[in-house]
Structures are given as structure tokens and as C-alpha cells.
């Protein structure tokens, strides 16, 4: 019992997924990605274009993010994110519509290369989901 | 004194007025419900993203190489104004309210010999200040098209506002707009986003010791840029509440208005045709006693 905590995703628009019977949390950070037990140490990070995954008691769940930024405390994760989603019922022609814009901005000549790498890794995500 | 034709014309056209204003108001509270929500949905991810930003700037400790976006850039020169209206008219005092709010700011700015730069959302807000600030209003942005207000059109605006920042186009940053307090109620406000004021800083200063990855500064100068997008679509999100119960609150008082002067013209109109008759009586009844 005592492995749960809580987890809550929000986009701008709305509450995106609330749970409390969450087991783990893997997450794409920055830097590489987390998994994020119960009695994880306080913790910011940002994310990159990637696949959240929540393990809970009922079963596994996966979503796409485009980024966003975790904050856990006190066994409660929020993830704040601009676009999320679920790859149970994702549209393929949403992605690749995601994926084009995401080539054109690549091809700009004005981009530093933070930028560069994390349309790159979009991209890496998106065809491996496709 | 109008014939009774002139008086039972105006009566239908003001009941024809009628119509429209009470189906307006009906749209009006129908948009209103759906605004109010998604300005509630929206309130979460706003005071979140407040939230961390306050936690990371508390464990900023040097002040002097924080985000520019933070701190300002040390001047205060050129401010830049983000103007928020509607796309539409016929909302009662709701642009007015937010211009008039906005102008005060902008004599202000041009007292102080500082300049002013404006960037108006939604057409109307243009209309009223064109002639008084044109040559200040630098970009003029709608989204009329969009039906529903979404991110990324206030990511749009966030990133026109942070592009124009990077090239020390502006030192300070404000927005305007309407906050939904309730129907009858809407203040307008004006919010500073650049450099960011947290004035709440020690209010809830968490003792809480985060562990960052990457580094404070580098998650901090990632998250305000989008901390300003997030800022512009709250403001968004509260102007079209704002703007719906303006509007509902508005045209009701145009139906009730509308149905007083329908009463008024009635009783104008049945009084001018008793004196007609009156008349007619006592022109046969005179006749008839000169005979």
C-alpha cells in the first residue's frame, strides 16, 4: 500500500489526468530520463519531447509531451505540460502533422542548438511512435 | 404629435430590437458557461507554473546572473504594453474599461519622457487607440478566426513578446485585461509579466530543499518564457469571461430598456388614437346639435 503516491498532469487548458495509486513515474528529463518512486527527494526538472510513463495498480499508461516541467514534493507529482498525448488513442495524423512542423523549424537557419537538439529528439520520438 | 402609424411603427421596430438583444443575451450566457469553465479548467496550470517559478527564484541566490526575463534588464526605458480587447463590439463598457485602464498607463509612461510601445489583441482594442497612439502601436494581432481561445494562440503572443525582448526592443513588459470577478463585475487589470514581480516572495518561502536538474538558472530561463505564455493565456481566458458577462449583462439591460420604450410608446400610441376618437365623437355630436 504504502508504494502510492499521487500524480497530476495539467495542461493550460485543463486538468489533463489525476491519480493517487501510482506506483511509478518515468519521466523524460533534460538530462536523460527518471523514474520517480514514492519518497523521491523534492525535485524540479524540465522535460524534453518524449513518453511519460505511469505504472499504477491499474495498470500501465503512456503519453507523448512536447514538454513540459515536473515538480514532485511531498509524494506529489505535477506535471505541467503544453501539449500531451495519450498513445492509447493517438492520431496518426496528428502526429505527423506535429512532426512536419517540427522538420520546418529544424531546417531554420536561426536556431541555437538546445533548440536543435530538442527538435531532434521530437522528431526520434514521434517516428518511433509512428 | 407622431400619427399613430409613425407611433405603431417605431413600436414594432424597437419590439424587433427587442428580439435581437434578448437572443444575444441568451448567447452571451451560453458562451459565458463555457468561458467560466475553461477559465476555471485553466487556473491550475497557471498557479502551478507560479508556484515553481517562486520556488526557483527563492533558491536563486546570485542575483545578478539571473534571467534577464527575471530581473529586467536593468532599465527603465521603453515599456511595452500588451493591450488585451475583443474581437466584437456590442459588450457594453469592457473594451472601454480596459483602454481607459490602459491609457492612464500610457500617460504615465509619455509624462516620464519614457517610451511607449503597443501591441494590441483583438481588433476593437485598435479601433479606440489608433487615433490617440497610432504611431506607438507597433503590431496589431486578432484571432478572429479561432473560435475557441487555445495555448498556442497565447504562445503566439508569448513569443512575439520574448522575441522582441531578446532584441532589446523594451525593458519592461505590461499587460491588460479584464479579470472575471462576476457577471455584473469586471476589473481591469494591469500586470506587469517582464521582469516578473514576485512579490510574494516571502510569503510562502518553503523551507524545501529541491533538487534541480538541470541547474536553477537553466530551468528558470527555460521556464519563463513559458511562464509569459502561460500569463497572456490566463489573461486571455479571463478577458473572454469577462467579455461574455459584459456583454450578457449588457443586452440585458438593452431588452429591459427596449421593453420600457415599448410600454411607453404603447400608451402614447392608445392615448393619440382615444383623442382621435374623442375628436371624431365630438365633432358628430356637435354637428348634430348645430342642426
Known amino acids: 500500500m504504502s508504494e502510492e503516491y499521487s500524480v497530476e498532469i495539467v495542461n493550460p487548458e485543463k486538468s489533463f489526468l489525476s491519480k493517487n495509486d501510482v506506483t511509478e513515474v518515468v519521466v523524460p528529463a533534460f538530462e536523460g530520463e527518471i523514474g520517480i518512486l514514492k519518497d523521491h527527494i523534492s525535485i524540479i526538472s524540465f522535460l524534453k519531447p518524449g513518453i511519460i510513463k505511469i505504472f499504477s495498480k491499474s495498470g500501465e499508461e503512456s503519453f507523448y509531451v512536447n514538454d513540459g516541467i515536473i515538480e514532485f514534493k511531498d509524494n506529489n507529482l505535477s506535471i505541467l505540460t503544453s501539449l500531451i498525448l495519450n498513445l492509447k488513442d493517438i492520431d496518426k495524423e496528428k502526429i505527423s502533422e506535429i512532426q512536419k512542423s517540427a522538420e520546418e523549424e529544424l531546417n531554420k537557419s536561426d536556431i541555437n542548438d538546445q533548440e536543435k537538439y530538442l527538435l531532434d529528439q521530437k522528431l526520434e520520438v514521434l517516428k518511433s511512435i509512428n | 404629435m ?68 527575471l530581473s529586467g534588464t536593468g532599465e527603465d526605458k521603453v515599456h ?138 537553466e530551468i528558470l530561463s527555460n521556464l519563463l518564457p513559458k511562464n509569459i505564455s502561460t500569463q497572456i493565456f490566463k489573461a486571455m481566458l479571463e478577458n473572454s469571461a469577462s467579455e461574455q458577462g459584459s456583454r450578457m449583462s449588457a443586452m440585458d439591460n438593452a431588452t429591459r430598456n427596449a421593453g420600457e420604450m415599448v410600454d411607453k410608446l404603447t400608451i402614447e400610441y392608445n392615448r393619440s388614437r382615444q383623442a382621435a376618437i374623442t375628436k371624431e365623437l365630438i365633432e358628430i355630436i356637435s354637428g348634430a346639435e348645430s342642426l
Not at chain 2, 4 to 18: C, E, H, N, P
Not at chain 2, 35 to 60: C, F, H, T, V
Not at chain 2, 124 to 130: A, P, R, T
Open chain 2, 2 to 69: 407622431a400619427s399613430l402609424d409613425d407611433l405603431k411603427k417605431r413600436i414594432s421596430s424597437v419590439k424587433s430590437t427587442q428580439k435581437i438583444t434578448k437572443a444575444m443575451k441568451m448567447v452571451a450566457a451560453a458562451k459565458l458557461r463555457r468561458a467560466q469553465e475553461s477559465a476555471e479548467k485553466g487556473r491550475p496550470y497557471s498557479d502551478k507554473m507560479n508556484n515553481i517559478i517562486l520556488n526557483l527564484s527563492n533558491g536563486i541566490s546570485d542575483i545578478d546572473n539571473a534571467p534577464k526575463l
Open chain 2, 80 to 217: 511595452l504594453c500588451v493591450v488585451m480587447t475583443s474581437d466584437r463590439g456590442l459588450c457594453g463598457g469592457f473594451n472601454t474599461n480596459i483602454i481607459k485602464k490602459a491609457k492612464l498607463y500610457f500617460q504615465k509612461i509619455l509624462d516620464e519622457g519614457k517610451t511607449l510601445k503597443i501591441i494590441t489583441v483583438g481588433t476593437k482594442g485598435y479601433d479606440q487607440l489608433k487615433r490617440l497612439y497610432g504611431d506607438n502601436i507597433i503590431q496589431r494581432i486578432s484571432f478572429k478566426e479561432s473560435k475557441n481561445i487555445n495555448y498556442f494562440d497565447a504562445d503566439k503572443v508569448g513569443k512575439i513578446v520574448i522575441e522582441k525582448f531578446e532584441k532589446k526592443e523594451f525593458d519592461v513588459c505590461a499587460i491588460f485585461y479584464n479579470q472575471f470577478k462576476n457577471v455584473i463585475t469586471q476589473i481591469p487589470q494591469e500586470q506587469q509579466i517582464i521582469p516578473l514581480k514576485t512579490s510574494e516572495k516571502n510569503e510562502n518561502s518553503s523551507e524545501d530543499n529541491y533538487e534541480f536538474e538541470p541547474e536553477e538558472d
